[in-house]
């Protein structure tokens, strides 16, 4: 089954390492494809960046993702974090593999949740990476509809805190998907009294997690974006519509929600468009894609 929605990591010039570091952590890990930048006719504030690898495209353990070779501009936080779900139902040594990939992660990065026992699961640990990529760890609950391994997790916290389950809604009612688990805090929380402890929701046959966090002094950026593939302008038109809510922040197929996601409505055969003479040039004029004026 294609996964249509593949989250985009932007790395400041590390985004090759970051992969092969990545493929040799995670299970069937592979480097798929490595774009690179134009040798020129590059903008002014990209020159320095001819030739060298743009875009990273890898699997882990069957998920795509795509990493951004860039520069410093938009650091990564732990508002877009990866969950792993290690499933002793599917894998008997589900916490010795958890282990061993939190030793891997934290080397070099640091532990945002310590890896112990929490009400909702027997081993868990959040931690960011040497590059600033955050993951949580979890040993799960067998019981219950199963969870892929890897799902991303949205933290609505600063300008967006209490927004989780609208942005649930919101996603679900756009991409006719439907919500799995909807936990809220309970009245004798205070301020988040209501809000969502955790949820979980599926979208175009994917798994993603939203949760509000009070006190966090981040918020969504580019630092992880969800790039949507669509099978023809006229879907490119509909999902842009629904997903722009912010017009300075449209460029070369980027958006960003209401909410403060950043996303990327790309046409599936980008790949293919991008082949065309001066595709690079063309594309980043564009606010939305224009799949016409490719040529």
């Known amino acids: 089954m294609m996964q249509r929605i593949v989250p985009n990591i932007w790395f400041d010039h590390t985004a090759l390492e970051?992969?092969?570091f990545y493929v040799s952590v995670f299970p069937d890990g592979r480097v798929v494809e490595v774009q690179h930048y134009p040798t020129q006719g590059l903008p002014d504030f990209q020159a320095a960046m001819a030739g060298q690898p743009l875009m990273v495209e890898l699997e882990l353990a069957g998920y795509r993702l795509m990493g951004i070779n860039a520069g410093p501009e938009f650091p990564l936080n732990p508002s877009v974090s990866f969950i792993l779900n290690f499933d002793p139902s599917v894998d008997p040594q589900a916490r010795e593999h958890l282990d061993q990939m939190w030793a891997a992660l934290a080397?070099?990065?640091?532990?945002?949740?310590p890896l112990q026992e929490y009400p909702f699961s027997p081993h868990y640990g959040w931690v960011q990476d040497r590059y600033g990529v955050s993951w949580q760890l979890m040993e799960t609950?067998?019981?219950?509809e199963p969870r892929p391994f890897i799902t991303p997790a949205l933290m609505f916290g600063h300008t967006a805190q209490g927004r989780a389950a609208e942005a649930v809604e919101a996603y679900t009612s756009l991409f006719a998907g439907r919500v799995g688990t909807m936990v809220r805090y309970p009245d004798q929380a205070g301020p988040v009294a209501g809000q969502v402890m955790f949820s979980d929701f599926q979208v175009l046959d994917q798994w993603f997690?939203?949760?509000d966090a009070a006190g966090q002094d981040f918020t969504f950026?580019?630092?992880?974006?969800?790039?949507v593939s669509c099978a023809d302008q006229a879907e490119i038109d509909h999902y842009w519509q629904h997903l722009s809510a912010v017009p300075e922040a449209e460029r070369c197929g980027w958006c960003t929600d209401q909410f403060g996601v950043s996303w990327q409505v790309v046409p599936a055969n980008l790949a293919d468009l991008m082949t065309s003479p001066d595709s690079y040039a063309r594309l980043m004029s564009m606010t939305k894609?224009?799949?016409a004026a490719f040529g």
């Open 18 to 20: 970051a992969a092969e």
């Open 107 to 113: 080397d070099g990065g640091k532990a945002l949740m």
């Open 141 to 144: 609950n067998p019981a219950g």
């Open 209 to 211: 997690a939203a949760t």
């Open 221 to 227: 950026t580019c630092g992880v974006s969800l790039m």
């Open 289 to 291: 894609i224009d799949i």
